[in-house]
């Protein structure tokens, strides 16, 4: 926002300069893939691109998601796979530092994060394990093993009902299904969907696998919460999962994409973004009803998180091998900027007014 001098004096310059200075977006900056370095968290200003202020958290950070409060974020530690971590960072936004480090002991690799039901559900790849984490207590209170390799990214139906894992090592997705306990008790029926499962209840998640492709990494749920899309890497494109029925119903490539890390539909539902993070770094838009690929943009080697900007327009790409954030209009389907938020940004979060 231009200052009005002229007009405002010293009181118009002390404003903006405070507009500059507030954080609305969080950035992850990785460092290096594979270097088990201490990364840290970018508060950043997204108008201006400038970051605000850098805290340093655990070594090779991935992923950062935030509470619905915007109290609390969380950052996943992942460390290198040479050197696998075991903790993740518990941000307070408002005072912009971290107040407490959890040891997750032999949850080793901890990746993908999403906050629903109140918790931060979080994956550890290494550990073929889900588990949440709860905030006011400062504890982890609920593990859930998948019995699958490499339980990479997470994705959540907005109801929480559902909770979904890709598993790239085995090639399959696990479907998490919310629902009330359908032993012990007679008055628990499994028609009974009037009272709220406990999230953390005994045998309150059923899970079922589902085959999908090779190295399945990229994941999101459709606007309507019907379907799960999956990215796949060594080029086998996307897989479409029907989530009431838990099985795989389509699937079709993507023209020149070889390596899917990451999907998000725009919040219009009309595309799906897709980065192919290796070699080049590409940012895929495919139209939602047709599969077919609309625009590749160019964004540079690792390009990889994917955050859609509260307006709809803009979208966002850590564009980790380049040590910068890329900025894409949906409209014109060209990179309106470019911003830097420190080395490796990958992980992004929403800490403003609006979505």
Known sequence: MRCLVLLLGILGLSYCTTQAQSADLLVVNKIKTNGNIDGNLAFVNLTSGKVVKTIPVGKEPHEVTVSADRHYAIVSNTGSYQEPGNTLSVIDIAAQKEIHRVDLGPLWNPHGLIAINGLFYFTAEGARMIGAYDPASNKIVWLNGTGQDGTHTLAATRDGKYLVSTNRGSGTISIFYLHKQR?????????????????LAAGSWQETIVPVGRNPEGIAVSPDDKQVWVGLKNGEGVAIVDLAQQKKVDSFLVDGAKQLSRLKFSLDGKYVLGT??????????????????????????????????????????????????????????????RFETGKGPDGMAWIGNGK
């Open 183 to 199: 032993w012990g008790n007679n008055n628990n029926k499994a028609d009974n969907e009037e009272e709220k499962p406990d999230p």
């Open 276 to 337: 192919d993070n290796w070699p080049d770094g590409n940012l895929v838009i495919i139209d939602a009803a047709s599969h077919k690929v609309v625009k590749t943009i160019s964004l540079g080697m690792g390009a990889e998180a994917i955050f859609i900007e509260p307006d709809g327009r803009h979208v966002l790409v850590g564009v980790t091998g380049k040590d910068n954030v890329a900025e894409i209009d949906l409209q014109t389907m060209t990179i309106s900027r």
